[in-house]
């Protein structure tokens, strides 16, 4: 008897064990449909079972094998594996985030007259239930979410609706005459394929035939491409289909099937070349070449971690380039990833001027087809070189000899949603398994990389010097506290600012101006009652958009229309607090109303293909001015660039997280180090509220050293990373009582495991009390011990399976709300 287990994409639920029949032959990383309760499903196989693995009671078939070799490679299921281990999420999740959109066949159900159903429609009280009968008889077994429209198509005359077929299928159910049977529909390559019209031999010779004058023309242009034509193209050639038939009818030609790849650098999601056409292979500084030649070195010895700590402008990008083009040249494959889709299109470019075509971009602002089609163009080895965010780490890349992770220390590494996996620590995980170098590059490490690195875990590489030795930007803060008190409370830019604005727009250069809060106000309040409208199914305020005449939640995307009068007292006069991009670009307009002004945040680049667009746009200077949120401030290379302004530098230090100091200097720092790239000079303007913080002081002097010495001080004497690991518990109910209860018994459970190799804080009401209609309690496992912690959890829930599906586990999580 042989027994696989199968990874299936139902959430929490871990390996199933499976039988596999003697007529079918299946591999580690193959497709398969197998049995799920009462659904038919699509898993894929992880291994074989052990030997001495207990045989479960019910064992169940494999019903089919959907390919002929393993699907997805080996090494890639591995990392799987790992992933849905360390941060206990179910293997089929994992599985889910590592192929590509299309991946599993769709989970259906047929419905079907049942054999022995009898065949007197007399027997049958309702027209409806005679009807449905009737398309069943007719049709035989049909898609569950197919037969409203089945049964319509049968009934012309009669009004059906949905709900009424459904009262019916669900009576014919009960009374046996009707029988479900679980499917998978779809198909198992997802690839778009196009027709394709070849000439035949006796194409050649059609002057011989009577044909029409259509037909003749049909072959002539068909004869001059042996390869023959794409339907399409014979169409604007005046040639249609039925021609075609006539044709294929006569032997003179023949239809075939191609698939058609979807280039995402052809259809512009990728972005345009960026910069001049010339060679990407710049002239290396001193400290780029001793870089390089530390970096490379390791190349040759397996496994290595190093962490290149450049400042911005210093040239990371180049040393990339160069470390790339070692790699290939022994016949290795390079994976680089970035925090944000903004970041794919000048990175893509840039590698595929240097390597050509055999480069491939992987993130989620490509459509499904196309990130289907990249995905299979790797996993057939046509490509050398990755690009891509987070998920890339799961790109089936061959041969795999060096993982790049650009600006390592961002939160956008680390997913919000099961699995909850940090891109970072993936990529080491699959660097060592391949024998592969990892190298984590930032202007501002994290502090856990830092640490790393600090203790000679990591190979240190540092580059604190600009090319050509260009100055950093000469960083000036902006107290807005007097500010207010000279201007007005409702002052968004200051004097300063504004005057610099319109100084750099008259020199022709160009300016960034950072708030990393989205919409025109983060609330609005009743002037009469001091009523501020929140969103009824999170605990926050309902953010202002004012050019979409809306409040919305950014938390649940609850929207309303944009209130007149308070609903509380009727009152007119609302006012809104705070500010976000929206009334930041409104009031940059204002101060430079010649200036053409761009808009960067979520709100704006929905749109596929937006983002690589603006960015486009900016680089060719057909943009004066990008305002935006921390999407603008990391990354990108314009050298136009000479002036940034951040508005609210402060905004982050009062969010509950202990990494809120890290954060604002990075983001500071970061956005800092766009200006000045080029020849010119820059300057950054930073308002801020708290001039004497030292987050925003040393940001201000770009003080690195300084800032990590404080931090980790801080850091060790209140015993939080990186000095320690953190579990994030949180259970939701919709009583916040119960919730409360149920995480104070899981905290005992998990004290009682802990056995002091551990702490448990809380339970206590999250800091986002409410989210999306449930109530929110969170407890922390805090500790060295971090198998002990993730053991400790799975057996706490293992005991509470009612608990289970209420309960959200963040390991190393980057968010403590």
Not at 584 to 607: F, G, L, N, S, Y
């Amino acid at each position: 008897m042989r027994l696989v287990r199968v990874a299936v994409p139902v959430p929490g639920l871990g390996l199933l064990t499976y039988r596999v029949p003697d007529h079918l032959q299946v591999q580690r990383g193959m497709r398969v449909v197998v049995p799920v309760a009462q659904r038919a499903v699509t898993g894929l196989v992880t291994d074989h079972s052990p030997d001495d693995e207990e045989v479960p009671a019910r064992l169940r078939d494999i019903t089919e094998v959907l390919d002929d070799v393993p699907f997805l490679p080996e090494e890639i299921v591995r990392l799987a594996l790992w992933v849905g281990e360390y941060y206990l999420a179910g293997p089929g999740e994992v599985v889910s985030t590592a192929l590509p959109p299309k991946g599993w066949l769709r989970s259906d159900m047929t419905l079907a007259l049942a054999e022995d159903a009898p065949s007197d429609a007399e027997a049958l009280a309702e027209p409806i239930e005679q009807a449905v009968v009737g398309t069943l008889r007719a049709r035989g077994p049909i898609l569950r979410r197919q037969l409203w429209r089945a049964v319509a198509q049968q009934t012309p005359g009669a009004e059906v609706t949905s709900d009424q077929v459904s009262r019916v299928v669900r009576r014919l159910l009960k009374g046996g005459r009707v029988r479900l049977r679980p499917v998978v529909t779809g198909q198992a390559d997802a690839s778009r394929r196009r027709r394709w019209i070849l000439p035949t031999a006796a194409a050649f010779d059609h002057a011989a035939l009577r044909l029409s004058a259509k037909q003749t023309a049909a072959c002539l242009v068909l004869c001059q491409s042996a390869e023959g034509l794409d339907a399409t193209v014979l169409r604007d050639h005046g040639i249609g289909s039925e021609v075609v038939r006539r044709l294929v009818a006569l032997g003179l030609a023949q239809v075939e099937w191609r698939a058609v790849e979807r280039d995402p650098f052809a259809s512009g999601a990728a972005g345009t070349l960026l910069g001049p056409a010339g060679d990407v292979f710049l002239p290396l500084t001193s400290e780029q070449a001793e870089a390089l030649h530390t970096i490379e070195g390791l190349l040759t010895s397996g496994f290595q971690t190093a962490l290149l700590h450049g400042v911005t402008g210093s040239g990371k990008t180049q040393v990339y380039l160069r470390l790339a083009q070692a790699t290939l040249a022994q016949g290795r494959g390079v994976l680089l990833l970035v925090p944000e889709i903004a970041l794919t299109p000048a990175v893509a470019s840039l590698f595929r001027r240097a390597f050509g075509g055999r480069v491939a971009i992987q993130h989620s602002g490509l459509s499904d087809g196309e990130r289907y089609d990249q995905w299979h163009r790797i996993r057939r080895g046509e490509v050398d070189v990755v690009v891509g965010t987070r998920s890339a780490v799961f790109a089936p890349l061959p041969r795999l000899g060096l993982v790049i992770v650009d600006e390592e220390h961002d939160t956008a590494y680390k997913q919000e949603e099961s699995p909850r996996y940090h891109g970072r620590d993936a990529a080491l995980v699959r660097a060592r398994d391949a024998g592969a170098v990892a190298l984590l590059g930032s202007a501002t490490p994290s502090l856990e990389s830092w640490r790393h690195a600090s203790e000679g875990r990591y190979t240190l590489v540092r580059m604190l010097r600009r090319v050509h030795d260009r100055p950093l930007a000469q960083v000036t803060t902006i107290d807005m506290r007097g500010v207010f008190a000279e201007e007005g409370p409702e002052v968004v830019l200051s004097r300063s600012l504004r005057d610099a604005l319109l100084a750099c727009l008259e020199r022709r250069e160009q300016a960034m101006v950072l708030l990393n809060r989205r919409g025109y106000a983060p609330s609005l309040f009743c002037r009469a009652c001091g009523n501020t409208p929140e969103c009824p199914n999170c605990s926050v305020t309902l953010t202002v958009h004012r050019k979409a005449a809306q409040t919305r939640c950014h938390y649940c995307g609850y929207t309303a229309r944009l209130p007149t009068r308070c609903a509380s007292c009727q009152g007119e006069y609302l006012e809104y607090t705070g500010v976000g991009t929206e009334r930041v670009e409104q009031e940059v307009a204002r101060a430079c109303p010649r200036a053409r002004i761009a808009r960067v945040d979520r709100d704006t680049m929905q749109r596929r293909g937006a983002i690589a667009g603006v960015l486009s746009r900016f680089a060719a200077r057909e943009i004066d001015v990008l305002v935006g949120t921390q999407m603008i401030a990391k990354g990108h290379d314009f050298p136009q660039v000479t002036l940034v302004g951040v508005v609210s530098a402060d905004i982050g230090l009062g969010v509950a997280d202990f990494r809120a100091a890290e954060r604002t200097f990075q983001l500071l720092t970061q956005v800092a180090g766009r200006a000045g790239r080029g020849e010119i000079p820059g300057v950054a303007l930073v308002q801020t509220l708290h001039p004497q913080h030292y987050a925003i002081e040393l940001a201000a002097r770009q003080a690195y050293d300084e800032f990590v010495e404080r931090e980790m001080e801080f850091r060790q004497r209140m015993r939080y990373p990186p000095w320690l690991s953190l579990i994030n518990v949180v259970v939701r109910h919709a009583s916040l009582a119960t919730a409360m209860k149920e995480a104070g018994q899981l905290a005992e459970a998990l004290r009682r495991l802990g056995d002091e190799r551990f702490g448990v804080l809380g339970p206590a009401p999250a800091p986002l009390g409410r989210l999306r209609g449930e109530s929110r309690v969170q407890l922390f496992l805090k500790g060295r011990d971090r198998t002990g912690m993730r053991q400790a959890a799975r057996e706490a829930l293992a005991a509470m399976p009612t608990l289970h599906k209420r309960v959200t586990i963040d390991v190393d999580p980057v968010s403590m709300l």
